[in-house]
């Protein structure tokens, strides 16, 4: 299983970056895919969610309405469109695939955002 997350970078307040993560080693698209973040001494959280089925989504409060999950299930990728960045979404964010719910799942390596002006 691999995982590799890419388009991170340095973004300005209220700019936008998309960040994807290209899978294989399993069956993508019956997993569920998911984007979490770990800033500077804060635990990881989940930033959103896409599920297998029907592609239903959740997000975290705090980036609902500017953030949207996506996936491409033929190329095994799935997307983070963030939109409005504001320096608090600055952190490592992370890729990860499960086949259940409660399954801790695969990681991919991170990638760094960075909002700063």
């Known amino acids: 299983v691999q995982l590799v997350e890419s388009g991170g970078g340095l973004v300005q307040p209220g700019g936008s970056l998309r960040l994807s993560c290209a899978a294989s080693?399993?069956?993508?698209?019956?997993?569920?895919m998911s984007w979490y973040r770990q800033a500077p001494g804060k635990e990881r959280e989940l930033v959103a969610r896409?599920?297998?089925?029907?592609?239903?989504?959740i997000y975290a409060d705090s980036v609902k309405g500017r953030f949207t999950i996506s996936r491409d299930n033929a190329k095994n990728t799935v997307y983070l469109q963030m939109n409005s960045l504001k320096p608090e979404d600055t952190a490592v964010y992370y890729c990860?695939?499960?086949?259940?719910?409660?399954?801790?799942?695969?990681w991919g390596q991170g990638t760094q955002v960075t909002v700063s002006s």
């Open positions: 080693g399993f069956t993508f698209s019956t997993y569920i």
């Open positions: 990860n695939a499960r086949g259940q719910p409660w399954s801790a799942g695969y």
């Open positions: 896409i599920f297998s089925a029907g592609g239903s989504t």
